[in-house]
């Protein structure tokens, strides 16, 4: 049974955690104090709830509180060890756990533990993260709240911000919390309800504040050249910078992309002291650990050619990492965790947007939310006073934290395609779309394409929300449809590195019976809609000099010649030969060129639903509910040919195994002789 303590806890951290006005995504941490009895001496146990390591507000549930004794904890004041090894403190909150399972307990445990009010609230607001990091801050603080809420200086989290907080507290029964200079607020209440009045209170004063006193155009007056381009323009320019940049951010590892080109973004960007803020850098350790403690801010107007802007990006690129290296080199210690990469993960693209990096696309995601927390934050800043973000050293020392290493050490091993974007065409169903789920449960994001939207949506959301899966429309056939299906991968997930064409249609016919309109039709949404889908990714894949893949979906038929097949299969071999020459060409940039040759997988595919099964049944004199087992008994080895069955080719020809094939067909047909390569 949930104590009732925990129960207020959880319901007040979702409400304050589901309004981005509170906290950033996964940011902060509360807690709730109550009494339970112990089962071990039956006797009462004072004991504390408090959000765990990692895990957001808004979405917290049992499981992601940490239960520790109080008396226990409480007792760790007396050992330690002070300041230069207040890190120790984190492993001994393990010895002060309560039963078992539940959260880890996170770096900010003793400030809910050590601070003597039943409820406590620490959170990431924009508005209280402006007080904190204008540079007279203290005074803004009890100029604004008056003695309520009292000013605590700038310090690392960990126990001595705890031990701080509790001391204040203590010596202020008035104050209901206080401004953690450079970071962000902590609040308090007898009761749950109290925790959370004092949290939004501290937040809706400082916003109001701010909306009252900022002086106007708190980033400057506009900059000439910097305003928004319409947003059919930014887009555009967007897609076509998307390859450059995503290959800038992945020099030392690959990263998936997102873009954004929200108000807050494109007015910084506008105004004359962008530059300035953007070198300063973010403040709060959770906007800096996901967004690096800078941008890279492309320095050239909204309407600089896409040519002038790879170029200048490219030189940023250079500058960007030895800066960082340098940042790096100047406060290392021989202790230090080694660098983590020295690419941008954010990138600042004026009159366009924002484009932001991760391991996923989560992650990617919520780097450029944080930026734009961090926009916001400067903005009131600057509107009150001077934007004073922490300063470097003190950054580098949360970067690379020994306990913030051993998190990321923590980390899972990443599946064998996290990073990479794939895209499926004709993926709305049949192979196409079971090749789409594969690839997405070993780790790719994919964008699924194909004629319907609704279909190619469905399909999405089917294998993931849109971290994971997005559908676009696309008839492969239309070059224009292509580049705009491309575009939308790129503004997706950043980029493209494996391309399933895949999107097809059958019409079996004779010699006699096939026109010329059933030839063109065959021909252009096979031969020439992957020429076109292979054409337009691999220029986004030589642009991002990531390396990549492109497979065919071709067929047994592209070498066996069966019956009233003309239009089929000649398209299919025109697929085959595409393979061939386009691994002898694009080779050079890494980007590997396969291909499947599947026969008779019936079940799921719309090609035999719609007519081909029923005249492939005819042809060969069999039931066509019973063709699936017809084709199987054809087989060497007797087995049903099901659509994951290509799928798996498919991963395996782009996985971490077969990095040195290209130019390759795989059959996958339950062994057909006839349609041996040779
Ligand atoms: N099913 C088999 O036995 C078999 C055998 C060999 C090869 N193949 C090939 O596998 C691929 C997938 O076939 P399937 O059996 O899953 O059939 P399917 O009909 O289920 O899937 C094909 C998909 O392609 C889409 N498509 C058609 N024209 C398109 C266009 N112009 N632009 C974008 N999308 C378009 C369709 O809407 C459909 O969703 C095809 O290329 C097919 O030739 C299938
Ligand atoms: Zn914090």
Same mark, same amino acid.
């Given at each position: 049974m949930t104590h009732p303590?925990?129960?207020?806890?959880? !319901?007040?951290?979702?409400?304050?955690?589901?309004?981005?006005?509170?906290?950033?995504?996964? +940011?902060?941490?509360?807690?709730?104090?109550?009494?339970?009895?112990?089962?071990?001496?039956?006797?009462?146990?004072?004991? /504390?709830?408090?959000?765990?390591?990692?895990?957001?507000?808004?979405?917290?549930?049992?499981?992601?509180?940490?239960?520790?004794?109080?008396?226990?904890?409480?007792?760790?004041?007396?050992?330690?060890?002070?300041?230069?090894?207040?890190?120790?403190?984190?492993?001994?909150?393990?010895?002060?756990?309560?039963?078992?399972?539940?959260?880890?307990?996170?770096?900010?445990?003793?400030?809910?533990?050590?601070?003597?009010?039943?409820?406590v609230d620490?959170?990431?607001?924009?508005?209280?993260?402006?007080?904190?990091?204008?540079?007279?801050?203290?005074?803004?603080?009890?100029?604004?709240? +008056?003695?309520?809420?009292?000013?605590?200086?700038?310090?690392?989290?960990?126990?001595?911000?705890?031990?701080?907080?509790?001391?204040?507290?203590?010596k202020n029964p008035q104050a209901i919390g206080c401004i953690l200079g450079g970071h962000g607020i902590t609040a308090w209440g007898e009761t749950s309800d109290e925790a959370e009045r004092?949290?939004?209170?501290?937040?809706?004063?400082?916003?109001?504040?701010?909306?009252?006193?900022?002086?106007?155009?708190?980033?400057?007056?506009?900059?000439?050249?910097?305003?928004?381009?319409?947003?059919?323009?930014?887009?555009?320019?967007?897609?076509?910078?998307?390859?450059?940049?995503? +290959?800038?951010?992945?020099?030392?590892?690959?990263?998936?992309?997102?873009?954004?080109?929200?108000?807050?973004?494109l007015d910084f960007l506008a105004s004359s002291e962008h530059p300035r803020l953007g070198a300063l850098g973010t403040s709060c350790p959770d906007h800096f650990l996901r967004t690096k403690v800078k941008p890279l801010v492309l320095d050239l107007p909204s309407d600089a050619p896409v040519e002038d802007c790879v170029a200048r990006l490219k030189e940023l690129a250079v500058a960007y990492r030895e800066d960082y290296q340098a940042y790096y080199d100047r406060h290392a210690t021989p202790e230090s965790p080694a660098i983590r990469g020295a690419d941008p993960l954010i990138v600042l693209v004026p009159g366009v947007g924002m484009f932001s990096f991760g391991k996923d696309k989560q992650t990617a995601r919520v780097a450029g939310e944080f930026y734009v927390n961090a926009i916001n934050v400067m903005r009131g800043a600057e509107g009150l006073s001077t934007y004073a973000p922490i300063d470097e050293a003190e950054k580098f020392r949360i970067e690379y934290w020994a306990l913030e290493e051993a998190k990321l050490q923590r980390m899972p091993k990443p599946k064998p395609l996290a990073t990479r974007v794939a895209l499926v065409t004709g993926a709305a169903g049949g192979i196409g779309k079971a090749t789409a789920k594969k690839l997405a449960a070993e780790g790719a994001c994919v964008v699924i394409a194909d004629l319907s939207l609704e279909k190619a949506q469905a399909a999405a959301a089917e294998i993931g929300g849109s971290d994971v899966a997005v559908g676009v429309a696309a008839d492969v056939s239309d070059e224009d449809a292509v580049q705009?299906?491309?575009?939308?991968?790129?503004?997706?997930?950043?980029? /493209?590195?494996? $391309?399933?064409?895949?999107?097809?249609?059958?019409?079996?016919?004779?010699?006699?019976?096939?026109? !010329?309109?059933?030839?063109?039709?065959?021909?252009?949404?096979?031969?020439?809609?992957?020429?076109? $889908?292979?054409?337009?990714?691999?220029?986004?894949?030589?642009?991002?000099?990531?390396?990549?893949?492109? /497979?065919?979906?071709?067929?047994?038929?592209s070498v066996f010649a069966g019956p009233n097949n003309i239009a089929y299969s000649a398209t299919k071999a025109d697929q085959a030969h595409q393979v061939r020459l386009l691994a002898a060409e694009l080779g050079a940039h890494g980007i590997k060129v396969n291909g499947v040759n599947p026969d008779g997988v019936v079940q799921g595919s719309g090609i035999?639903?719609?007519?081909?099964?029923?005249?492939? !049944?005819?042809?060969?004199?069999?039931?066509?509910?019973?063709? +699936?087992?017809?084709?199987?008994?054809?087989?060497?080895?007797?087995?049903?040919?099901?659509?994951?069955?290509?799928?798996?080719?498919?991963?395996?020809?782009?996985?971490p195994d077969m990095t040195h094939t290209t130019g390759l067909h795989v059959p996958v047909d339950a062994g057909v002789a006839a349609a041996f390569l040779r």
């Open positions: 303590a925990a129960a207020d806890l959880i !319901a007040r951290s979702n409400r304050l955690g589901s309004d981005p006005k509170n906290t950033n995504y996964a +940011g902060g941490n509360t807690s709730a104090k109550g009494t339970e009895t112990d089962p071990v001496t039956g006797q009462p146990v004072e004991l /504390v709830w408090v959000k765990g390591s990692g895990g957001d507000l808004g979405t917290l549930t049992e499981q992601g509180l940490a239960v520790l004794r109080l008396d226990r904890m409480r007792a760790l004041v007396d050992v330690y060890p002070g300041l230069e090894r207040e890190d120790e403190m984190v492993a001994a909150f393990d010895y002060c756990l309560h039963g078992k399972g539940g959260a880890a307990p996170s770096i900010d445990t003793a400030m809910h533990g050590l601070v003597d009010a039943p409820h620490h959170l990431h607001p924009d508005s209280g993260i402006a007080v904190a990091t204008a540079a007279d801050g203290q005074e803004l603080t009890s100029t604004i709240f +008056g003695d309520k809420v009292v000013w605590v200086p700038w310090r690392r989290p960990g126990f001595q911000l705890g031990l701080d907080i509790a001391e204040i507290k203590e004092a949290s939004l209170w501290i937040i809706d004063t400082a916003a109001a504040y701010i909306a009252e006193h900022s002086r106007p155009e708190p980033f400057g007056p506009p900059l000439a050249g910097y305003a928004p381009l319409p947003q059919a323009e930014r887009r555009a320019k967007a897609a076509a910078l998307g390859a450059t940049i995503r +290959g800038i951010a992945s020099q030392d590892r690959p990263m998936v992309g997102h873009f954004t080109d929200t108000g807050e973004v705009a299906m491309v575009d939308a991968a790129v503004l997706a997930f950043g980029g /493209v590195d494996l $391309v399933v064409n895949n999107a097809g249609l059958s019409l079996s016919k004779s010699l006699m019976d096939t026109t !010329a309109a059933d030839w063109d039709l065959q021909h252009n949404v096979m031969a020439k809609g992957s020429f076109l $889908v292979s054409k337009a990714t691999a220029k986004v894949m030589v642009g991002q000099e990531m390396g990549g893949d492109i /497979v065919y979906i071709s067929s047994k038929n035999f639903a719609s007519g081909w099964g029923a005249n492939r !049944a005819a042809v060969y004199g069999v039931e066509e509910k019973d063709l +699936g087992t017809f084709y199987a008994q054809r087989t060497i080895l007797k087995r049903e040919v099901l659509p994951e069955n290509i799928a798996n080719a498919v991963f395996v020809l782009c996985g």
